[in-house]
Nanobody
Framework: QVQLVESGGGLVQPGGSLRLSCAASGFTFNSYVMKWYRQAPGKERELVAGIGAGGSTYYADSVKGRFTISRDNAKSTVYLQMNSLKPEDTAVYYC?????????WGKGTLVTVSS
């Protein structure tokens, strides 16, 4: 079965950096688009970044130039490097894959940006 396990969240000061990881299993990782979403308190879940099987990337305007998504197909892991973090980046971050006509989600990892 498909499993996505996020890690790397935590408390960081404004301007700081974090790297999130998502370890995937149960599907042919290198064939699928992988995405990071986030959900802030009281807000809807939003797409942050995506990376295609061939390595093409997409970023929300709010994170362009600050966040970098990457993947290691040998490790079946997708990463989100987050730099210059802002308080408004505070959210639970979720890993996502659309596979065999279903959306799969991890349980999320909390990122808190605060002084």
């Amino acid at each position: 079965q498909v499993q996505l396990v996020e890690s790397g969240g935590g408390l960081v000061q404004p301007g700081g950096s974090l790297r999130l990881s998502c370890a995937a299993s149960g599907f042919t990782f290198n064939s699928y688009v992988m995405k990071w979403y986030r959900q802030a308190p009281g807000k809807e879940r939003e797409l942050v970044a995506g990376i295609g099987a061939g390595g093409s990337t997409y970023y929300a305007d709010s994170v362009k130039g600050r966040f970098t998504i990457s993947r290691d197909n040998a490790k079946s892991t997708v990463y989100l490097q987050m730099n210059s973090l802002k308080p408004e980046d505070t959210a639970v971050y979720y890993c996502n894959v659309y596979c065999t006509s279903l959306n799969y989600w991890g349980k999320g990892t909390l990122v808190t940006v605060s002084s």
